[in-house]
């Protein structure tokens, strides 16, 4: 019997579409700056805000149930808080809401802390020690390492505030305030020992695009125990300083993040604050890019998952450009994940966005619209009605916990404190593919079709291959122990006692390249390219394939998540091939976008003519049936070339059309267009 089951089919042409969710129950009113808590078990509570209709202030506590997809007005006890909106909810210890200041119906802002247990729906309010920062409504807080972190917000005259502090969980006691960026309704989250600001408004009263970071490790502000000194003002000396240059490549891609970089130091102590924060602090602001999504136009919701920051741009108005965006916080380079009319329809407007702590799953609330009576535009509902529920894996998310940031911790044995493996994976990988007269202890025997450079004629054991189809590969020795224990199709054929059992050799009709990076990832955990042993992107390309055939979740949206960072010219075909037959539909519409926006390239590499003829007539004819192909001429009209075709020391324009490949010789001519650090 075969080793490998049937190959998944084709994919569909409609791909994943996420799902509007209908509730029922004590639907709550369309709330205005409440706090929509995401806290598991299906499970999303809503608190405080108010009417938009009647500008009444709550303090309901709102329970969805997305299985029964019925809202519930929450019986409450204890401490129950005033009213209040422009507060935060933040899930802690996994049972507890902890929520932090807003503004009540008198205008005025507060800065109490109430803890709301999910369990007993009770409220208690702890006694606090320490400053206490401002009362403040509109600001942003995230919880790290038992301490909750408070940056900007409003208060009083409208005033918008520009500091940080954090809160001990443990012993309920404040720190000082160290000044950091102006901004409200921006969003926080801590990542790679930083804490990091995006969007939200200025202290001008305009949308920001910066994202701004201050580094929290290192810092005996943050880390130590609290101290209270005098208030000397920190006013640190700067050297005035511009400098611009251009970001080197990042991954295997060879684009840039943006063309340029300008750095700016710059003095964040002034008389208002009588503290510099402890950390450095650096900021970015992003002026054009072919994926940047414009803050000033739409409905955009800001949340991290897997070291990216996601930008939800849904509708705002009858036309208005919306997507699905990500920020890599490793590179600062943009990508656009999805087309909004793939996401959001026309005919809802969302007012709330949660997500889960694994970074999995999103959710945003809203409402249907109507034409308004002039049918000059549209009018919303009264009530929180809808749900729009989005699998984040479906567009290449890892989620939190497949993070390469918080495997990274796990160290090397001694034996192997060089290898670029972490773990166990660095000790197992040197018994990887060992002759058993090696001393390696291999006992099992794996075979795959032959590529053109491992082709190897004689069957192993001098009788004929295994498949007939295809020239079999030259063996590759593995330890049925850990084939048992990683990969669950071999531990059914195993425990079924079928041939390979018996024979103790398994032949996978796959390239060999594709079936010893497979190998090797049951070894070691990993798919990260090593200029030694890591996987190409055909190798990860062909065992997304090989993750479908087998089952294994994991392994495919590792393999997409890479394939979709770094999709390139060289083998955005054979990625669009491979995720077809694996039915990766988003990455197949990604692979297809990126290779008809690349066409001549694209058709000149060695993974465009090594697609089969099926496949070929299938890639011509992803175009729109009224599409062409433009000539130089044209694209110099249009504006996407400058000069004579463009031909010699030519400038792409950032606004062009889909990525371009810079030009080598144009490395010189990088113009002050792409972002600003300070």
């Known amino acids: 019997m075969t080793a490998s089951p049937v190959r998944g089919r084709k994919s569909s042409s409609e791909g994943y579409k996420p799902k509007i969710i209908t509730t ?30 009647t500008d009444e202030v709550y303090n309901h506590v709102l329970r969805l149930n997305l299985a029964s997809q019925k809202w519930n007005l929450v019986d409450n006890y204890g401490d129950i808080p005033g009213v209040r909106m422009g507060h935060t909810a933040n899930l802690w210890q996994g049972d507890k809401l902890l929520v932090f200041g807003g503004e009540n119906e008198h205008r005025q802002h507060l800065s109490d802390v109430i803890v709301f247990d999910l369990k007993t729906a009770y409220w208690t309010q702890p006694e606090l020690h ?16 038992e301490k ?20 001990d969980l443990k012993t309920w006691t404040w720190s000082r305030t160290w000044k950091f960026v102006p901004r409200y309704d921006h969003a926080s989250w801590i990542w790679n020992g930083r804490i990091w600001i995006f969007g939200g408004i200025n202290d001008d009263m305009e949308k920001s695009n910066e994202i701004w970071w201050l580094d929290l490790r290192g810092s005996p502000g943050f880390e130590n ?32 993040a943006n063309s340029s970089v300008q750095s700016y130091p710059s003095p964040l102590a002034s008389a208002r604050s009588p503290y510099t924060a402890p950390g450095s602090i650096s ?15 739409g409905t955009h919701f800001h949340v991290f998952s897997s070291g990216c920051m996601l930008d939800f741009v849904t509708p705002a108005e009858l036309s208005c450009e919306t997507s699905l965006s990500s920020l890599e916080l490793d590179t600062l380079r943009w990508q656009k994940l999805a087309d909004g009319k793939d996401l959001f329809s026309s005919n809802f407007r969302w007012h709330y966005c949660t997500m889960n702590a694994e970074g999995t799953h999103a959710w945003l609330l809203g409402s249907p619209v109507e034409p308004s009576a002039d049918g000059n535009g549209v009018t919303g509902s009264e009530y929180l009605s809808d749900v729009l529920a989005i699998d984040l894996r479906k567009y290449g998310i890892l989620g939190n916990d497949l993070a390469t940031d ?21 000790d197992l990988s040197q018994t990887f593919d060992q002759p058993p007269e090696s001393g390696s202890g291999a006992d099992f025997i794996i075979t795959a079709d032959a590529d053109d450079a491992d082709y190897d004629a004689s069957p192993i054991d001098g009788k004929n ?19 048992h224990a990683r990969w669950p199709h071999f531990a059914r054929l195993w425990s079924a006692q079928m041939s390979e059992f018996h024979s103790k050799k398994m032949h996978i009709p796959e390239p060999y390249s594709a079936v010893r990076a497979f190998l090797f990832y049951l070894y070691t955990d990993s798919i990260a390219p090593n200029p030694q042993n890591g996987p190409n992107l055909n190798d990860v390309a062909g065992m997304l394939v090989m993750a ?25 075909a054979v990625i669009w091939e491979r995720a077809g037959t694996a039915t990766e539909d988003w990455l197949k519409k990604r692979a297809s976008a990126f290779c008809l926006q690349n066409w001549g390239r694209i058709v000149r590499t060695a993974g465009f003519k090594s697609l089969s003829h099926a496949s070929l007539l299938e890639l011509c004819a992803e175009p729109d049936p009224e599409a062409r192909v433009l000539g130089g001429e044209e694209l110099e009209v249009i504006g996407i070339l400058k000069g004579p075709f463009a031909n010699n020391n030519r400038k792409r324009s950032l606004g062009s059309v889909g990525p371009i490949q810079p030009d080598e010789d144009a490395e010189d001519e990088v113009e002050d267009d792409g972002m600003d650090v300070n």
Request: hydrophobic share 35%; net charge positive.
């Open 24 to 53: 029922v129950g004590a639907k709550p009113a369309c709330l205005v700056n409440a706090s929509v808590t995401y806290v598991g078990n299906e499970q999303i509570y809503a608190f405080g805000g108010f009417d938009q209709y």
């Open 406 to 426: 918080s495997r990274s911790k796990i160290p090397s044995s001694d034996a192997n404190v060089s290898s670029h493996l972490t773990g166990i994976g660095a």
């Open 283 to 297: 900021s970015l602001k992003f002026h054009s890019s072919p994926n940047l999504p414009s803050q000033a136009a």
């Open 225 to 256: 125990p609290m101290a209270y000194g005098t208030n000397d003002r920190q006013m640190p000396s700067y050297r005035a300083l511009r400098v611009t240059t251009s970001l080197q490549p990042t991954g295997s891609t060879g684009y840039v």
């Open 465 to 483: 291959s295994p498949s007939t189809l295809a020239p079999i590969s030259k063996p590759i020795h593995v330890h049925k122990l850990i084939l």
């Open 148 to 167: 909750l972190y408070i940056s900007g917000g409003q208060t009083g005259h409208d005033s918008v505030l520009d500091d940080i502090c954090f809160l």
């Open 548 to 572: 479908n055939i087998y089952d294994m979740p994991r392994l495919r949206l590792l393999c997409v998540n890479r394939l979709g960072k770094e999709l390139d010219v060289e083998h955005a």
């Open 130 to 145: 320490g400053p206490s920062p401002r009362g403040r409504a509109r600001h942003s807080a995230v919880i790290h390492d």
